[in-house]
């Protein structure tokens, strides 16, 4: 396959970028590290300013600051790592889907599929279920009954939707993810459990993308939400009846326990925690492996847990945290004597 070639000032008037240095023409992308005369990459991490002078990229796209240790043809900009996804996306030739339904999908009466959509092998798709145009729906898909997919969705292959799930426009959904599922409800009843009915379903908002093998459980009365532009990666948990703000991130392992509420604009680090019931407010960070156990009111980044060190430090370190309670009770019974 032919990819398409720009020009350095060609790039600049698409992105509203100042140009610097030689109008070359690039025909792809690549790392500081390994990327050639055809090829533009990018400086936004200031570790790898070493690489950025002995790169042999035929544009570089930076920030004003680091124009100096550059000699060839450059690309200013603001935010180096956004304009770069969008010069990549110039260069990315997704497969192409042609309308129609294939003949191993079963697909109930009732559903109702746009002459636009793509149904793939093996797909499934229950009663009262509608497709919009454009869709494109991949092979061993399973959507179940009462579920709304608006325009230009896309599920990758063996996406399931079990019921009462209701996409926005744009959503994408990569393989092995699971929404609609039953939320977790159970309840104690003479020494053995018994389920609650998740009676609510889940709702996703225009432009989400949900990663691989991640699972949203539909709500018990209400609805699991998503809002607009929220980005799921790998094998996330989210809980039923959790909210979850508009243009949050979240990054692999990472999970979110029951009527939880994250705000807008949130970024929560690999492998993070969310207890149930809880509200964090909008433009907070979690770091990775950070546990949320009470709400969070003021915007800001927040941490928990201990730093990896050698076993027997840490071995040491957890010996004294259970002597803490005893040396404070101690030092305020100090403090009292010394009153």
């Known amino acids: 396959m032919t990819m398409p070639t720009f020009t350095a000032s060609e790039l600049a008037a698409r992105f509203g970028l100042e140009l610097r240095g030689e109008d070359c ?11 050639n005369e055809t090829q533009l990459s990018f400086l936004a991490n200031p570790h790898y300013r070493q690489q950025m002078r002995q790169t042999r990229a ?13 000699t060839g043809s450059m690309l200013i ?8 996804a969008k010069i990549a996306a110039l260069f990315e030739r997704l497969p192409q889907s ?11 009466p009732s559903a ?7 149904i793939g092998p093996h797909v499934c798709i229950g009663a009262r279920s509608t497709v919009a145009e454009g869709c494109v729906i991949g092979p061993g898909c399973v959507i179940g009954d009462d579920c709304h997919l608006d325009a230009n969705c896309r599920l990758v292959a063996r996406v399931t939707l079990v019921t009462r799930v209701h996409l926005g426009q744009r959503v994408l959904i990569h ?33 989400c993308e949900i990663g691989a093998n991640t699972t949203i459980d539909r709500g018990a009365l209400e609805d699991t939400v998503l809002e607009e532009d929220v980005r799921l990666d790998n094998q996330i948990q989210i809980g039923h009846n959790v909210r979850i703000g508009a243009h949050t991130a979240m990054a692999g392992c990472s999970a979110v326990a029951g009527s939880a509420t994250i705000g807008r604009h949130c970024l929560i680090g690999g492998g993070a925690g969310v207890v149930g019931h809880l509200q964090v407010c909008d433009r907070v960070v979690i770091t990775a492996m950070s546990l949320v156990t009470h709400s969070i009111h003021q915007p800001g980044q927040y941490s928990s847990g201990t730093p990896l060190m050698d076993n027997r430090d840490w071995r040491k370190s957890a010996a004294r945290f259970k002597q803490l309670d005893r040396i404070a009770r101690r030092s305020a019974g100090g403090d009292k004597d010394n009153a």
Do not use: N
């Open 77 to 84: 900009a603001r935010d180096p790592y956004a304009i770069y």
């Open 112 to 118: 109702t599929i746009a002459a636009s959509a793509h």
């Open 98 to 108: 042609a309308a129609g339904i294939h003949s191993s999908a079963v697909i109930d």
């Open 25 to 35: 023409s690039v025909c792809g992308v690549g790392t500081l590290a390994d990327a």
């Open 58 to 70: 035929g544009i570089v796209v930076l920030r004003a600051d680091d124009a100096e240790a550059r």
């Open 175 to 207: 393989p092995g993810a699971v929404l609609g599922a039953d939320g977790f409800g159970i309840a104690m009843d003479a020494g053995h459990w018994i389920k609650v009915p998740q009676l609510g379903g889940v709702h996703i908002g225009d432009d």
